[in-house]
T-cell receptor, first 109, second 116 residues
Framework: GQQVMQIPQYQHVQEGEDFTTYCNSS?????IQWYKQRPGGHPVFLIQ?????EVKKQKRLTFQFGEAKKNSSLHITATQTTDVGTYFC?????????FGSGTQLTVLP | NAGVMQNPRHLVRRRGQEARLRCSPM?????VYWYRQLPEEGLKFMVY????????ESGMPKERFSAEFPKEGPSILRIQQVVRGDSAAYFC??????????????FGPGTRLTVL
């Protein structure tokens, strides 16, 4: 599988602040998926990015795929307590997902 | 439409015993994946199966671990002679296709294995 580095590992924010997590690869990725895992829960698919420079929005979440398709980011505007969880990027191939180490987000009320 | 089902949700075994984890994919899904997650870590791919076939087992430990997805019934992840290091959450996921398009994987609730 393709290896990715995800930063930061942990992030604490006050409710209402913005949050960004980054996913970096040394090789070109064919696509990348993002998942969210709540504490004690299972990963839930958020989005898949395929095209170079692609930007997708889901309400307060903005996902980007770099022009070189080697990095991706997830930005949350005005965090809420419901955003708590670990966010994973996962480059995909036809056979498997390779999950990054995740960014654990804590939102303080 | 029921989601991915896994059982048991929690499993406790003593060292040397066998663990059997079961996964029923979403209706209509023929692709099944198993992942292992250690505490505070990401998910590590173990194996990818289609009905009656192992497609990719590059993430499976060479010994003691096996997986199957029979024509009828759930997919089974089997761990023989468990050791403490096998304690983890094991997640199953299924997908509709691995072709072009969005290849979303739907995850089950996981089986938390504890080896005493």
């Amino acid at each position: 599988g393709q290896q990715v580095m995800q930063i930061p590992q942990y992030q604490h924010v006050q409710e209402g602040e913005d949050f960004t997590t980054y996913c970096n690869s040394s090789t070109t990725l064919s696509n990348i998926q993002w998942y969210k895992q709540r504490p004690g829960g299972h990963p839930v698919f958020l989005i898949q990015l395929v095209k170079s420079g692609e930007v997708k929005k889901q309400k307060r979440l903005t996902f980007q795929f770099g022009e070189a398709k080697k990095n991706s980011s997830l930005h949350i505007t005005a965090t809420q307590t419901t955003d708590v969880g670990t966010y994973f990027c996962a480059p995909g191939s036809a056979r498997q997902l390779t999950f990054g180490s995740g960014t654990q987000l804590t939102v303080l009320p | 439409n029921a989601g991915v089902m896994q059982n048991p949700r929690h499993l406790v075994r003593r060292r040397g015993q066998e663990a059997r984890l079961r996964c029923s994919p979403m209706k209509g899904h023929s692709h099944v994946y198993w992942y292992r997650q250690l505490p505070e870590e990401g998910l590590k791919f173990m194996v990818y199966l289609q009905k009656e076939n192992i497609i990719d087992e590059s993430g499976m430990p060479k010994e003691r671990f096996s997986a199957e997805f029979p024509k009828e019934g759930p997919s089974i992840l089997r761990i023989q002679q468990v050791v403490r290091g096998d304690s983890a959450a094991y997640f199953c996921a299924s997908s509709l296709t691995t072709g072009t398009g969005v290849n979303e994987q739907f995850f089950g609730p996981g089986t938390r294995l504890t080896v005493l």
